[in-house]
């Protein structure tokens, strides 16, 4: 049985979000600390329910869950800030996985250098395949193993 983990007031915001069932909703989030997160909002699509104005994307909140596995249960939403504006401008966010701690100096440069230079590539090609400016967020984050782990290569969009 997997671990129960509770994540209390993770900045984040929701990416995407679908009906699921009645009255609830699917979300796919992206937060600082745990990178994109599946949660189902319980009763969110309710008229008088508090979340649903919230539960938009783009908008900057901080959110707790409780999950067990892949996806979690969203137990509390608050507002971080004012939405984004994002007009003219797509938003990209981008997690470059790694599996040993000893790699993020590899990854990330002197003064994070490698990263940087990185990231303005990616956001020129980025900029002329999209035909539109581009804001390229990037975070390196570390998964053991996560290579050898046919789960987590279908997980990132990898045919195994």
Known sequence: MAEREQVLLERGFVLH??????????LECMTVTHGRVGLVARGSRRAANRQRALLQPFVPLRLSWVRRGELGRLTQVEPEAASYVLAGQRLVHAVIWIERDS???IVI????????QAGTEARLELRELLGERVHLELWVKVREHWADSERELQRLGFEV
């Open 17 to 26: 979000q679908r009906p699921y069932r009645d009255s609830s909703q699917l």
């Open 103 to 105: 790699q993020k100096k």
């Open 109 to 116: 440069g002197k003064d994070g250098g490698v990263l940087k």
